[in-house]
């Protein structure tokens, strides 16, 4: 059964980029079984989807945020990432990372909560 | 792309049954049998309940079943318990090799 956990800075200043990494075990980043992906929530309100990433690095990301977006993968750590750049209020959220077995979330970190203020 | 549209808030009595409706379009819901279900308690990760618009993952309870017809697809709990309250979100594929999320209900069990 896989296991993901989220890490990285707490706070960040506005116009600075948030970066996560999730960490995966049980299982192998590099499976074809798999793809990897980010979701946020803001304090109190419903889930977004923020993008995947594929075994083979096919990237796909949220049309609303795609400009400010990487998603990459760390296949010598297990582990995934999430930077976004240019971060204002607006990125405030409890950041969740998940596998997808197929087209659906299966498995997911406990998120990590990412606040945004000077 | 746009959130699908759910219901803010459904309630039901211990033992009723209850649906919740996700409405989306051609391009997500309509498009792909690729609809799925979440459930939300306070505090906590989501947790995968239906996927593929009507299969349930192993340990999910019979009592939570899923459909769809058009661009609307649907999440029924029968035989409603205390432990069933709780915030439920849909999800879909799309056409742009993308996801979507439902805006969410929240279930409360009277």
């Known amino acids: 059964q896989l296991q993901l956990q989220e890490s990285g800075p707490g706070l960040v200043k506005p116009s600075e980029t948030l970066s996560l990494t999730c960490t995966v075990s049980?299982?192998?980043?590099?499976?074809?079984?798999?793809?990897w992906g980010w979701i946020r929530q803001p304090p109190g309100k419903g889930l977004e989807w923020i993008g995947t990433?594929?075994?083979?690095?096919?990237?796909y990301y949220n049309p609303s945020l795609k400009s400010r977006l990487t998603i990459s993968v760390d296949m010598s750590k297990n582990q995934f990432s999430l930077k976004v750049n240019s971060v204002t209020a607006a990125d405030t959220s409890l950041y969740f990372c998940?596998?997808?077995?197929?087209?659906?979330?299966?498995?997911w970190g406990r998120g990590a909560l990412v606040t945004v203020s000077s | 792309q746009s959130a699908l549209a759910q219901p803010a808030s459904v309630s039901g009595s211990p033992g009723q049954s209850i649906t919740i409706s996700c409405t989306g379009t051609?391009?997500?819901?309509?498009?792909?049998?690729?609809v799925s279900w979440y459930q939300q308690h306070p505090g906590k990760a989501p947790k995968l309940m239906i996927y593929?618009?009507?299969s349930r993952p192993s340990g999910v309870s019979s009592r939570f079943s899923g459909s769809k017809s058009g661009n609307t697809a649907s999440l029924t709990i029968s035989g409603l318990q205390a432990e069933d309250e709780a915030d439920y979100y849909c999800?879909?594929?799309?056409?742009?090799?993308?996801?979507?999320f439902g805006t969410g209900t929240k279930v409360t069990v009277l």
């Open positions: 998940a596998s997808y077995g197929g087209s659906f979330a299966d498995y």
């Open positions: 049980g299982g192998s980043i590099s499976s074809s079984t798999y793809h």
């Open positions: 990433i594929y075994y083979l690095g096919n990237t």
């Open positions: 051609s391009s997500d819901v309509g498009g792909y049998n690729y």
């Open positions: 593929d618009v009507s």
């Open positions: 999800s879909s594929f799309t056409s742009s090799i993308t996801y979507v």
